[in-house]
């Protein structure tokens, strides 16, 4: 069973609009987020993280939006850069286990010049 | 600063045959992980050492998979008698600790492809 979905597999958006991609998980134990960014032939890399007692995380473009009665997360790019241009995955853990993510199937964000 | 290392970074093998796969995370985090990457799915939980121990192993698939890290620092993934469906990234990861939260940011490598003929 996939705890952690995200189920658009690609998205496209226009250099200086808003990306927005999605997340929803099944395990209400979960009580982190992270979101994570990879480039082709390199391992993922650490973007933003949320816990479960916030319901938003800003850091510079990038926010985070936890909706724990919806089970969904979200992560906002504003303004969308070429360089933003990567798989995104979200990712979730909760306290008292030994840290280890429960990632989702991520999501290709193409940031269109 | 050195950033968690893997070798060898492609691994062309034969079904049967046996492989390691090396990581070398960052000096001084206690905490390391291996995931599984398929093609177009999410990095898979295989194995957590916190230390030179084994704390949590739940997601080695089956017993044809086996880590060690002896001196709680580089560790090696052992996998025998590949099977063509093995074939995956495999990611190594490394943390300061083995705990869930802000403190506990997860370092990855760049993987090793394996590719099982």
């Known amino acids: 069973d996939q705890q952690v979905k995200q189920n658009s597999p690609s998205l496209s958006v226009q250099e200086g609009r808003i990306s927005i991609l999605n997340c929803d998980y099944t395990?209400?134990?979960?009580?982190?987020f992270l979101w994570y960014k990879k480039y082709p032939a390199e391992g993922p890399t650490f973007l933003i993280s949320i816990s479960s007692i916030k319901d938003k995380n800003e850091d510079g473009r990038f926010t985070v939006f936890l909706n724990k009665s919806a089970k969904h997360l979200s992560l906002h790019i504003v303004p969308s850069q070429p360089g933003d241009s990567a798989v995104y995955f979200c990712a979730a853990t909760h306290s008292g286990n030994t840290g280890k993510l429960i990632f989702g199937q991520g999501t290709t964000l193409q940031v269109k010049p | 600063g050195a950033g968690v290392s893997q070798t060898p970074s492609n691994k062309v093998t034969e079904k049967g045959k046996y492989v390691e796969l090396r990581c070398d995370p960052i000096s001084g985090h206690t905490a390391l992980y291996w995931y599984r990457q398929s093609l177009g799915q999410g990095p898979e939980f295989l194995i957590y050492f916190q230390g030179t121990g084994a704390a949590d192993d739940s997601g080695l698939p089956n017993d044809r998979f086996f880590a060690v890290r002896p001196e709680g620092s580089v560790s090696t993934l052992k996998i025998q008698r590949t099977e063509r469906g093995d074939s995956a990234v495999y990611l190594c990861a490394s943390s300061p600790m083995g705990t869930s939260g802000s403190s506990n940011e997860q370092f990855f490598g760049p993987g090793t492809r394996l590719t099982v003929l």
């Open positions: 395990n209400s134990m979960f009580d982190y």
